[in-house]
């Protein structure tokens, strides 16, 4: 490879981890590092046993992202559940902060996020960063998931025996991550996590109790707001309205401040 053409590769990465508002440069990958035994704070969030970027590392909260670790290598990317573990490329775990105040659940991952290993990388995450930006927040300071660890084949909407099988994952993640509110990014995150039949247009626009038990009263609740998921904007711009009014109340319930101009 000629040198213009890695400075070509180089720079058009950059410029995607700006977008995507990453802040740092991945660590190099080394036999040595591979036998350590405190995995990186990246390593939990990337979902995989390579250190990435990810600002799990900004917290100290070891326990958390012990318990985070823990899940990932001893149940998701061993899962087989259900039919998908056979056409998924690797899991996609999910990351961000290990003590976020405010975490983000679509509904399953897609062809690059498959690729990657990490949730919400394609088209619908450079939305999802912008809103996030637009909040006063970065990608580093809340934590991205989906109710699937694994990608649907042609990105269908997840079926309910896939949900069935994989959301325990995504209630001992939010579990875990103790949020202080939660934001279900379009219908089938929305359903899932409020158990209801009831669509996106009835569900958004104020907030929910969600129950990591499962169980309406069953234990300390969190306040969740559903609202449009990203990929959705991007065929229906004219709705992105209704969405930033949802993420005004959540940002109103965290004290936030967005950023000067947004």
């Known amino acids: 490879m000629g040198l213009d053409t890695l400075k070509q590769l180089l720079s058009q990465q950059l410029r995607t981890d700006q977008l995507l508002g990453l802040r740092s440069v991945p660590l190099v990958w080394t036999e040595s590092s591979a036998n350590r035994d405190d995995l990186s704070a990246g390593q939990v969030a990337r979902g995989d046993s390579r250190p990435s970027v990810s600002s799990l590392a900004h917290t100290d909260d070891a326990s958390q ?14 899962c087989t559940k259900c039919s998908l573990c056979k056409e998924r490329t690797q899991t996609v775990f999910g990351q961000g902060n290990a003590s976020p105040r405010l975490v983000f659940v679509g509904e399953a991952p897609g062809y690059e996020e498959d690729q990657q290993g990490l949730a919400f990388v394609g088209r619908a995450g450079q939305l999802l960063t912008r809103m996030i930006i637009a909040m006063g927040l970065t ?6 998931c989906n109710v699937l660890k694994c990608r649907p084949p042609q990105n269908r909407d997840p079926a309910a025996e896939e949900i069935l099988a994989c959301s325990p994952y995504l209630r001992d993640q939010l579990e875990i991550l103790q949020p202080e509110v939660v934001v279900a990014l379009g219908s089938p995150a929305s359903k899932t996590l409020l158990g209801t039949a009831d669509g996106i247009g009835k569900l958004r626009g104020r907030f929910h109790d969600f129950y990591l038990s499962g169980h309406p009263g069953d234990g300390p609740s969190v306040p969740l707001m559903p609202t449009y998921h990203p990929a959705y904007l991007l065929r229906s711009p004219s709705e992105k309205g209704k969405t930033w009014s949802d993420l005004q109340m959540v940002m109103s319930r ?3 401040t967005p950023p000067s101009g947004s």
């Open 254 to 256: 965290l004290g936030l």
């Open 139 to 144: 990608r580093e300071e809340v934590f991205i």
């Open 65 to 78: 992202i012990e318990r985070l670790r823990v899940l990932n290598d001893t149940q998701v990317k061993s």
